[in-house]
């Protein structure tokens, strides 16, 4: 962290992106992992014959993988927290911002484990997504090119993130952190249920 930036508003940003880019890993890259194997190997055929509806599933595929990421998650706020000397007294804020970016990007790597037409094809999407919540989340925004910035503000997670850099500031805007985590949870609704049709899709072939 301390290569990228030195303190500041890019601090924030950098640290509030480290540490959602915990959830991203497992939840977007291993999630879209999980789904291309179960696929690839009949899984879903198991999984169709039991009286659970496709929507259970899904969500509970995510949930499990999404709570994966929070002691890494904690870990990783605290410790940047104490290198750049951000306040540690709003960390409470990431009970909302784990669940809430942990299940947008759980439904975009499920989504792509179960539309990719080969499990190799779900595991190169599940890295390249992983490959851009890095470039995307840990630089801060101001140093990416214009039209980057605008792919930024298209990836699940970035409302997550910015909800958890504003906290770090020393007034922290709680009406903006809230429509952050709002938005966070709208994506996340909508990705999860893409998921579940890419699932029922999947199921019938």
Do not use: K
Request: aromatic share 6%.
């Amino acid at each position: 962290m301390r290569g990228v930036v030195d303190g500041g508003s890019e601090a924030r940003a950098v640290v509030a992106g480290s540490t959602v880019l915990v959830v991203a890993f497992v939840a977007l890259n291993l999630l879209a992992q999980y789904f291309g194997q179960l696929r690839a190997g009949g899984g879903l055929d198991h999984y169709a014959t039991l009286p659970v509806p496709p929507a259970s599933v899904v969500l509970g595929a995510a949930g499990a993988y999404a709570s994966f990421t929070v002691p890494g998650t904690v870990v990783t706020a605290v410790a940047g927290s104490l290198l750049f000397g951000l306040p540690l007294g709003q960390l409470w804020i990431l009970a909302a911002v784990v669940p809430l970016a942990g299940a947008a990007l759980a439904g975009l790597g499920a989504a792509l484990g179960l539309l990719a037409p080969r499990q190799e094809l779900a595991t190169l999407l599940g890295q390249l997504g992983m490959s851009a919540a890095l470039l995307l989340r840990v630089l801060p925004a101001e140093r990416l090119p214009g039209p980057i910035g605008w792919a930024r503000d298209l990836l699940p997670s970035t409302y997550g993130v910015e909800a958890l850099a504003r906290t770090f500031e020393p007034h922290p805007d709680w009406a903006a952190v809230a429509v952050d985590l709002a938005v966070c949870g709208a994506v996340g609704l909508v990705s999860l249920t893409v998921a579940t049709w890419a699932y029922r899709r999947a199921a019938v072939r």
